[in-house]
């Protein structure tokens, strides 16, 4: 299949909806570190965080799970979401509208959920409400980038990795981007699939053998001295960094990695290669970092090595 014959109704992640333990540890994550600004209480309970104008880009709902439980897609208008709705028919897919309330309670216009195969509810959305309030732009002062790249990216949970690629691939519209496989040391197999479904480099990547349905989601600020302070400031608060500054040789996003709350991983990035289907050609990488996405620990360990092995 060619670039051309894939559906283009979806345009991007548009939020993610976490079930999270500790609410006030998430909250001095989200906003005390990377600076989202607090969206407050939702139609059902749930809390809001953003990243833009949009009124809510995380969701969090209280909760034992610690995982994540939907993911938003936003779709181009009522049109695709009927479009999906047809090849999900086709597909025996079970494809449910949302109530109006549902919605609201999502601050969209139209909602739609389908169930990708390794069991997170994906969560179809158009017209998609403004928050009232500004940004509150005092901790990340140059903003996220989101917009036609969507709301970020996430590393999702996939035991059969061609079958959900398949999922994402035929009912989403979503394209290959690239592959990394690699030996870690102590003999971990890594092996994940990219894929895009805009110009963001991937949208979703699928990895086996994850104990929650996703390794870690991704937010990407606008500006290079933002990544380089909210890492001061993961240190200051003593968030759990877990992967010091490093750049993948795939995305060439600029990150670093901390544990969330919840046990799984945030990434916060910057920069990043964008994807142009006409000219794209996927390949296959053979290691996960082009430099740096070190434990913080091992660093120190090795430094101080390096000054008693010399
Ligand atoms: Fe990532």
């Given at each position: ?32 570190g ?20 949009r ?30 709705e047809?090849?999900?028919?086709e ?36 017209g ?22 969507g ?125 142009d ?30 000054r008693?092995?010399?």
């Amino acid at each position: 299949m060619t670039h051309t014959e894939h559906p283009r109704d979806v345009l991007g992640v548009g939020y993610f909806v976490f079930e999270v333990a500790d609410l006030a540890a998430w909250h001095t994550l989200l906003v005390s570190g990377l600076g989202l600004t607090d969206g407050g209480l939702l139609a059902d309970g749930m809390r809001a965080y953003r990243l833009d104008e949009r009124s809510a880009r995380v969701l969090l709902r209280e909760g034992p799970a610690d995982d994540l439980v939907a993911l938003g897609f936003e779709v181009d208008g009522e049109a695709a979401l009927a479009a999906v709705e047809g090849r999900a028919r086709e597909a025996g897919v079970a494809f449910e509208r949302a109530s109006e309330a549902d919605a609201a309670a999502r601050c969209v216009a139209a909602l739609a959920r389908v169930v990708e195969p390794g069991g997170v509810v994906l969560e179809l959305f158009a017209g998609a409400v403004a928050a009232s309030e500004p940004l509150d732009r005092s901790i990340n002062a140059g903003g996220f980038v989101t917009g036609v790249l969507g709301a970020g990216h996430l590393a999702l949970r996939a035991d059969d990795i061609e079958r959900t690629r398949a999922f994402f691939e035929r009912l989403l519209g979503f394209r290959l981007s690239d592959h990394i496989r690699c030996e870690l040391r102590g003999g971990f197999q890594v092996d994940i699939t990219f894929l895009h479904v805009n110009a963001r480099h991937h949208s979703v990547a699928l990895g086996r053998g994850l104990p929650k349905h996703l390794h870690h989601f991704m937010v990407q600020v606008a500006a290079l001295d933002d990544l380089g302070r909210a890492y001061d400031r993961f240190f200051d608060l003593g968030l759990p960094v877990t992967q010091s500054l490093g750049r993948h040789p795939n995305d060439r996003m600029l990150s670093f990695y901390a544990k969330t709350p919840s046990g799984f991983e945030i990434e916060c990035g910057y920069g990043g290669v964008e994807i142009d289907d006409a000219t794209w050609t996927p390949t296959t990488y053979d290691q996960i970092s082009l430099w740096g996405h070190r434990p913080p620990r091992s660093m120190k360990d090795l430094h101080a090595r390096g000054r008693t092995d010399r």
